[in-house]
């Protein structure tokens, strides 16, 4: 017997957030509950001190009643064994259908939780077991029609009505949280006479941080007269661990006096709520109202979480899909903009302006500023340059680095209430690590007009909270809102960051390349002044000093003085105009494109040691000529690097009887390296790094005349072809020169 309902105290919300509602220390009266230990022993520990009004017997913890002895014999010995063979876990299983005394029949429910084995005995009117075979084709009826549908709000709708369907619940809702945890309502069906909350929006505190925590553990609740008085434990501390019991998954778990105080101020007395579990998230809520107290069986209850379970799966496919589709879409945008930057040479912000329209399509914003240092470019509906560069002095001062988003930029950045209307929305990145280099991309205001079922809690002003009274619709217009920025957006951001400061890393190691080049070229450049006012003015002083020596032996007789004078005016004219052609020659490496063709290196070598025969004359020249791979090489270029190792190894063997000169090479996967030796003079490898210098000699210039420009051509050739020179000697033994040239050189 229900006892007559009184009015309940007033209740105070100022703690609804801490209050403990697994341990509500009591059960909902349509059933009962005994609580057994977990071990295996058969005696009651514990029971709802609704049995005896139930069942007609008495609870006494002291006794150490076993089942039968509270059921009967025959629901006891039923029970007994279905326990003996059954193995149960935290969500409760149905156990049978028993047959209590005089009390009528119920289904019984069993789970472990707490150290204890808990049984819930609800009453039904049936004496068979749950049938679900009239239940059954609702579900495959819902199953074909949501796989027709792609829509969320839909789907939503298709399983309102089943659900209203199978219960007889006069409204069923389904409802969507939102990231505040504000619930909105997608869809309902609801029979005439019930108030429509379609499309409103309940307020978060409606439903507190526990109870939601709740609603992922246990997936559906019943509230089946909401007008009940509770049935307290017995006693009141879990016998085993001496605490409060924790009630999380019990079926008759008693619920908050908030919450039903809630629910008549609403005009519902009975409610049901199905968890909607979308990718381990509380996604929202089937729920369910009626005017009147109402039943819902245990098979009722399990099609729909079944139907709860398959929404929830439907959504999250549906979900994924446009996921995809939308990070397919973005990602794109993505690499077009990265192909395109990491193909300019120009500056890096110059670049990045240049695609300032992508940029935009990218974030789906409508504007946008780039960031370096005392640089800012806008582009787009964005703030004005004071304006972002205080938003970005403010990002540094807050430690917003890397990557940083709000749709509501005034409420963390004051200022930006000023430009709100078409800088509501923020995204940013930092760009260097170093240095106060920034992407941002500004979103517009979105004026949101909200329907509230109610007016909300702190919106009313100061004053003590109470349970909501009113749920007529209450409209808010709220500014200062952009659209907010989807998950997938600041995930591709990160990803996008990554790539642009590789691109800027891959700037920097080519700036510091062109730094060292340019260094290398500004010493060419101080040895070719060198060269100009030292060597280059050296045969053209001899070449005035013996013309003057001419001049003034004109009117004497002696021929052979003149014709002396005359040979060393034209070899001084010769090692001017070779000094010349060198520079030129030199000049031409560094600017004259390569053209890369097969190249058969054994002829290549023989042709240069066919030009060398002016300069060997009669000297005995031995030369050994190895296997020579074929190469992809420029033929010209190549020509001349080996011309010159050749021509070099030739002048500095002619104080040798006989000259050895040979020209092998050796192959690796990546590439082959040749070698041109000689028995000559050799030189002192101390010196070695001043070998491949522009007018660097290591030996005098009486000795083995030259330019000093051979191997500054060398080397330059062989690096312009992706390949290293190298020297080995031993002074007055010969010296070893190699070149490698890549198998994979670029075309």
Known sequence: MMPAATAPPPLNLTACDQEPIRFPGSIQ???????????????????????????????????????????????????????????LGVQPTHMGTIRVAEAGYFDV????????????????????????????????????????????VEMSLLAARQIRDVTGFGRVMVYQFDRDGHGQVLAESREEGYESYLGLRFPATDIPRQARELYMLNRIRLIQDAHYTPARLEPAMNPVTGLPNDLSYAALRSVSPIHLQYMRNMGTLASMSVSLIVKGQLWGLISCHHATPLPVAFEQRTVCE?????????????????????????????VSMLAGLSQQNVDFADSLCSVFPELLRFARASGAAIVVGDRIMTYGNAPGEQEVGELVQWLGANGHGEVFHTDHLGSVHPPAQAYARHGSGLLSMSISRIHPHYLLWFRPEVVQTVDWAGQPQGKTGPGQLTPRSSFDSWR?????????????????????????????????????????????????????????????????????????????????????????????????????????????????????ALHPSLVNMTDLVRGCIQKLGLDIRERRVEWEIGT???????????????????????????????????????????????????????????????????????????????????????RRIVERHGGRVWAQSTQGAGATFSFSIPKDIDT
């Open 476 to 592: 808010e217009t709220i500014h200062g809102i952009s659209a907010p920025w989807h998950d997938g957006e600041i995930e591709l951001a990160v990803e996008f960051r990554g790539a642009l400061l590789g691109i800027v890393l891959e700037r920097a190691e080519q700036m510091a390349e062109l730094a060292e080049e340019l260094g290398r070229i500004n010493k060419e450049l101080e040895a070719f002044s060198y060269s100009v006012s030292h060597d280059l003015r050296a045969p053209l002083r001899h070449i005035a000093g013996f013309a003057d020596l001419l001049m003034e032996t004109a009117g004497a007789e002696d021929l052979d003085k003149r014709r002396r004078f005359l040979k060393n005016i034209k070899d001084s004219a010769r090692l001017a105009g070779k000094l010349v052609d060198d520079l030129l020659s030199f000049s031409q490496m560094g600017r004259a």
């Open 29 to 87: 009266p349509h059933g009962f509950l005994l609580a057994l230990p977990q071990d295996g022993a058969r005696h009651v520990l514990q029971a709802s001190a609704n049995l005896a009004q139930i069942t007609g017997v008495a609870f006494d913890p002291a006794l150490k009643q076993d089942l039968p002895a509270i059921l009967g014999e025959q629901a006891g010995a039923q029970l007994e064994a279905e326990l003996a063979h059954g193995s």
């Open 306 to 334: 079944q139907l709860g379970q398959i929404l929830a799966l439907c959504i999250e496919s549906r979900t994924d899909a446009g996921e995809l589709q939308f990070r397919l879409e973005v990602r794109r945008t993505m």
């Open 109 to 152: 429910l069993g789970h472990v939780h707490d150290r204890l084995l808990l049984l819930e005995f609800e009453a039904v009117s049936r004496a068979t077991p749950p049938d679900f075979r009239h239940l059954y084709p609702k579900v495959g009826n819902f199953l074909l029609k949501i796989n027709d549908v792609q829509d969320v």
């Open 628 to 714: 020579l791979p074929v190469v992809r090489a420029d033929p010209t270029f190549v020509q001349l690097a080996l011309y010159n190792l050749l021509s070099n190894a030739v002048k500095f063997t002619s104080h040798k009887e006989v000259a050895h000169i040979a020209v092998t090479a050796t192959e690796t996967a990546q590439e082959v390296v040749f070698q041109v030796s000689d028995n000559g003079a050799g030189f002192n490898m101390d010196y070695v790094h001043k070998l491949f210098g522009v007018f660097q000699r290591l030996h005098r210039m009486e000795d083995f005349p030259g330019t000093g420009i051979g191997l500054a051509n060398v």
